[in-house]
């Protein structure tokens, strides 16, 4: 199969389908790649490590599109991508479909078969092509945030960590998963107050197994999430729908009622956000102001650490990779059902019911 690799346009992405060493396997698969000039100079890969893993170099993105069979990379087509996609291609990569019927629409009328890295399922019932990139953003966030609460970004003037003699930032966080989860290890390692607040007793169980007595656990009824919210210095917004929109489980009255210069990172973002006032930001413009409260919500925040988060994505696509290419997407999708949960889009209609319900289309 012929596999494309373009290089990603999205503002400030940096990350990349294949690394050289993925393409190497892909390649010894018998498979054939063409990777765009330059795709991975954001995670420190020229083109002749492409070359010595057995690709072949493009410097035209349109030729790139026009001929391959198999396109993976890491973010939704922008515009400019998607008019290059055609029917009996298929899509491989993060879609975020939910909160985007443009996207939706410009996929369907192109005939491609578009299969999302975020809704491909696991035995245990994860998500185990989003987990790498969550547990990146889930670690980010409390840098994001820390930056976001100093003065000239519009904070409080909080340390996260406080210093002895002066109490900690109070940090929440909304979601008890792989983002909320990876969130709390890290605010906690910095010497934050954290509470996490989630719908489900089991998951705030082994939360508190795993953190002790340090991590404060919180059942989510909305009296719950409104006090926890009011009194946090950094909210981070960590909640998922699989496929889904995100639950707006901060409303704009309760973010008026925050405290002045108090920041809330939302991680739900790429599927709409959690927050009410929430708008998708870019790493070039990253933050805004709402009523004395900063929001943080770029929604491709692991493509700042491009190398960490290609390698960590790529260590969890490659063997799906490897069986759409191999088999064929058809195969691929009846020998593996959690693969399967990945088809979005085909032959112009939506397949994954997620997706429909949130596109308010019939799957
Ligand atoms: C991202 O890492 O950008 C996703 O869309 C999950």
Redesign the pocket.
């Known amino acids: 199969m012929l596999i494309g690799v373009p290089r990603e346009i999205k503002v400030h992405e940096y990350r990349v389908g294949l690394t050289p060493a993925s393409v190497r396997e892909v390649v010894a698969h018998g498979h054939e790649v063409i990777v765009e000039r330059d795709a991975g100079r954001g995670i420190g890969a020229g083109d002749d490590d492409y070359r010595r893993a057995g690709a072949r170099i493009e410097d035209d993105a349109a030729a790139l599109y026009a001929a391959a069979e198999l396109i993976v990379k890491v ?1 939704e087509p922008q515009p400019a991508e998607r008019v290059r996609l055609g029917a009996g291609q298929v899509l491989f990569a ?1 879609l ?1 479909l939910a909160p985007d019927p443009q996207q939706a629409s410009d996929l369907l009328a192109s005939g491609v078969t578009a299969i999302a890295y ?1 809704t491909v399922s696991d035995v245990d019932g994860g998500l185990p092509l ?1 987990a790498p ?1 969550s547990e990146v ?1 889930g670690r980010m966030s409390v840098q994001a945030g820390a930056h976001c609460l100093e003065k000239e970004a519009g904070g409080r003037g909080l340390l996260l960590g406080g210093v002895p003699g002066v109490e900690p930032a109070r940090v929440v966080i909304l979601g008890g998963g792989v983002v909320g989860s990876n969130a709390a290890l890290i605010a906690l390692g910095i010497g934050a107050a954290v509470t996490i607040v989630d719908r489900s007793v089991a998951v705030l169980r082994r939360l508190g197994d795993r953190f002790g007595p340090q991590l404060h656990t919180l059942h989510a009824s909305t009296d719950a999430i409104e006090a926890a919210v009011l009194d946090a210095d950094l909210v981070i917004g960590a909640v998922l729908v699989p496929g889904g929109a995100a639950p707006k489980l901060v409303t704009r009255d309760m973010v008026r009622r925050m405290r002045p210069g108090a920041v809330v990172v939302d991680v739900a973002i ?1 599927q709409g956000g959690c927050f009410e006032t929430s708008r998708p930001t870019t790493h070039a413009d990253p933050i805004f102001i709402v009523d004395e409260i900063v929001h943080y919500c770029v ?5 700042a650490v491009a190398r960490t ?1 290609t390698l960590a994505l790529n260590a969890a696509t490659l063997p799906c990779v490897l069986a759409l290419a191999d088999k064929g997407w058809r195969q691929a999708l009846r020998d593996d059902p959690h693969l399967a949960r990945g088809l979005n889009i085909c032959a112009g209609r939506v397949m994954h019911p997620g997706v429909a319900e949130a596109l308010g289309v019939e799957p």
């Open positions: 973010k993060y975020h975020e989003l990139m953003a790429d929604a491709n925040m692991p493509g988060s």
